[in-house]
């Protein structure tokens, strides 16, 4: 009885086994299906029509936003440097999402490959982490600007500006590439349905039927060391900002200093509010709010604060205002 007991055992482990290998190569090898927004299916077309209008103009306003800069030799300046660094940035992270949701919207095409799912996956928080730090140089370059302005072409050189731009991708990269591992270590079960218009990492995670207890913490830890800090930063040099321009002076040196860090808070304040409030909804609010809302959110986010952007910094700035004029100027006259 104890040798038929041990072979029965042996054989339910080696099926076990068998089922759990099958399981894991499904979707691996079938890939991932994104519903879009789950129950509202019935609106994707509808909702398509907002969504891709306000993709077009990210493309087009950070599109003219670059052009500008760099069109203009006055504008080759760390500010407008980092400007375009932040347009850039924009237009790929709406890009790595957008023109999936659309043509799932579209033409119900849902269906990506695993590796694919992965692939989207880390641009779009690789460029998360690469947004927020560009939001971090940008503080930098005020606080240098505002409290040590006789130092500011000394400290912010083309050489600090490019290593500082190289750390930003070195660290976003180096944030987000052990999540592909952590997601390749997983063992897959049949479900391979995504609930959402793009793969995120915890989406992922979530059709596997390993523990995924780690994939939790490295996030958590990774938006912390990330994104978290760069709050505090970005917060730290506000605060000494505001101290520096409260101090000054004249009244209109206090309002022009006050104007040249308006443009940036409106952006911080657009990049980090829907960010966080997502987050939170997320975690705290999770089966009070209906689950078409956090997609919904999600979406919004990585379009309307690309798509703002350059309104607030066009229509801010008088120096892009002037820029501008002058880039049409010099197409007219090349038109003649």
Known sequence: MAQVWTLQKIMALFSANSIAAVNSSDTRMTGCLLTGIPGLEHLHIWLSIPFCTMYITVLAGNGILICIILSQPNLHEPMYIFLSMLAGTDVLLSTSTMPKALANFWLGSSHISFNGCLTQMFFIHFLFVADSAVLLAMAFD????????????????????????????????????????????????????????????????????????????????????STGLDIILIAVSYIHILRAVFHL??????????????????????????????????????????????????????VIPPMLNPMIYGGRTKQILEGAKQMISNLAKESK
Not at 161 to 172: M, P, W
Not at 280 to 302: D, E, K, Q, S
């Open 142 to 225: 005020r606080y240098v600007a505002i409290c040590s302005p006789l130092h500011y072409a000394a400290i912010l050189t083309t050489k600090v500006i490019g290593k500082i731009a190289a750390a930003t991708l070195t660290r976003s990269f180096f944030i987000m590439f052990p999540s592909i591992f952590l997601l390749k270590r997983l063992h897959y079960c049949r479900i391979n349905i995504i609930a959402h218009t793009f793969c995120e990492h915890m989406g992922i995670a979530h059709l596997s039927c390993s523990d995924i207890s780690i994939n939790v913490w490295y996030g958590l830890t990774a938006a912390l060391l």
């Open 249 to 302: 002076p004249s009244r209109d040196a206090r309002s022009k200093a006050l104007s040249t860090c308006g443009s940036h808070i409106c952006v911080i304040l657009l990049f980090y509010i829907p960010a966080l409030f997502s987050v939170f909804a997320y975690r705290f609010g999770g089966r009070r709010i209906p689950r078409y809302v956090h997609i919904l959110l999600a979406n919004l986010y990585v």
